[in-house]
């Protein structure tokens, strides 16, 4: 069998990168890696409009590590014509892991992980978009995850916000995503993924879990809550209340975002 000279040959043995990973330290704050930012702050975020050329809107966010981009396309006829509502439009969501997204790599075939991603996203937009008004045609949303640090549902809301408004599809209002992490008696906004996993806080028995929430923040209404663990009954609505004072507090970052890109669309005339 004749070889292959031009290709480079791995090392018959070899170990993970993860081992050469510095250990994570702990801050004054109690959170990792993350300086003096407080239990109630969320990371800092970084946003962008109109990336990709060949959708009809695109947004980037990045948020510490996590790093994610979500293309739009549509609105265009429907496939299937069974499929077909002559009263409203369809929403389609997909969510995608990158393979080299997290630690442990991934496959391209898409799990069960991002099938349920997928279907709570749908959950978190449909209620915000004007389908009414997109009779027989479907909008599609494409969230591809580059990185994953981390609370990937709620800023996977965020960024498909943004990038249905860059392609001009009539909304109700932005949809802003936001979660928390609940260790005993203290929570943690935005969290990361060590962080997710309670690694950032030890000690409790109880009281443990995670809630992601999806708000209309113009409206005031909620489109999407997930909750995940076992959390007291007093515990939950002020997780909620919590996850809505950082939606709030992610707001201005978005409507700056959007405004720079009508302003690089459609320009204001001279004077």
């Known amino acids: 069998m004749p070889v292959d000279t031009k290709r480079v040959r791995g090392p018959e043995e070899s170990q993970s990168p993860v081992l050469f990973l510095p250990p994570s330290t702990q801050s004054p704050a109690g959170r ?23 959708a009809k809107g695109s947004s980037y966010l990045e948020a510490g590590n996590t790093k994610i981009i979500c293309s739009v396309y549509g609105p265009r006829e429907i496939e299937r014509k069974d499929e077909t509502d002559m009263k409203s439009g369809r929403l389609v969501c997909d969510f995608r892991l990158a393979p ?10 898409q799990g069960s992980e991002e099938r349920d991603l997928s279907l709570a996203l749908l959950e978190s937009m449909q209620p915000g978009v004007c389908l009414h008004r997109y009779p027989r045609s479907q909008i599609e949303v494409n969230v591809m995850v580059l990185e994953n640090d981390g609370s990937i549902l709620a800023h996977a809301v965020t960024c498909a916000s943004m990038a249905l408004a860059d392609a001009g599809i009539e909304m109700y209002d932005l949809v802003l995503g ?9 929570c943690l906004v935005d969290p990361d993924v060590l962080e997710e996993k309670g690694s950032w806080q030890s000690g409790y028995e109880e009281n443990q879990g995670r809630v992601t929430l999806a708000l209309l923040p113009n409206l005031g209404q909620v489109s999407g809550l997930q909750a995940d663990g076992e ?11 919590t996850c809505i004072d950082g939606c709030h507090k992610m707001y201005p970052v978005v409507q700056q975002a959007i405004l720079r890109a009508v302003k690089k669309k459609a320009p204001p005339p001279e004077k």
Request: charged share 25%.
């Open 32 to 54: 990792s890696g993350q300086g003096a930012r407080g239990n109630a702050d969320i990371r800092p975020v970084f946003t962008r409009c109109g990336l990709v050329s060949q």
């Open 100 to 109: 080299f997204s997290c630690r442990k790599r991934g496959a391209w075939i």
């Open 231 to 241: 959390m007291r009954e007093d515990a939950l609505p002020a997780a909620v209340r």
């Open 178 to 186: 936001c979660s928390l992490r609940q260790d005993g008696d203290a």
